[in-house]
Nanobody, 123 residues
Framework: QVQVAESGGGSVQAGGSLRLSCAVS????????MGWFRQAPGKEREFVGA????????SYADSVKGRFTVSKDNAKNTVYLQMSNLKPEDTALYYC????????????????WGQGTQVTVSS
């Protein structure tokens, strides 16, 4: 069974930084693709970024390019979302997700999702 768990959320002032972690427990994990999403109250869930475990290829939403970085630590089976120069509009519940098929990148569908970690950016 695949387990995905986000952590590292919190409150920060605009311009600050925060790093989210996503611990993954899954068979054949190195072949997976991992994605970060976020959803603010009253808004639809939106894609933030993704990374392939093999090859280190990444993809980002235009709204976060240059500010957010997706990385990974294979030894810890953990994916990170480093967020810098945070803005109030970044406030949302952030989710980590796994695509176990990895047929395309970035993935179109993600089969496993974490429960989310809240990020609040004050102005």
């Amino acid at each position: 069974q695949v387990q995905v768990a986000e952590s590292g959320g919190g409150s920060v002032q605009a311009g600050g930084s925060l790093r989210l972690s996503c611990a993954v427990s899954a068979p054949s994990f190195p072949s997976y693709s991992m994605g970060w999403f976020r959803q603010a109250p009253g808004k639809e869930r939106e894609f933030v970024g993704a990374i392939r475990w093999i090859g280190d290829k990444t993809s980002y939403a235009d709204s976060v390019k240059g500010r957010f970085t997706v990385s990974k630590d294979n030894a810890k089976n953990t994916v990170y979302l480093q967020m810098s120069n945070l803005k109030p509009e970044d406030t949302a519940l952030y989710y980590c997700a796994a695509d176990i098929f990895a047929n395309v990148f970035p993935p179109v569908e993600y089969e496993y999702w974490g429960q989310g970690t809240q990020v609040t950016v004050s102005s």
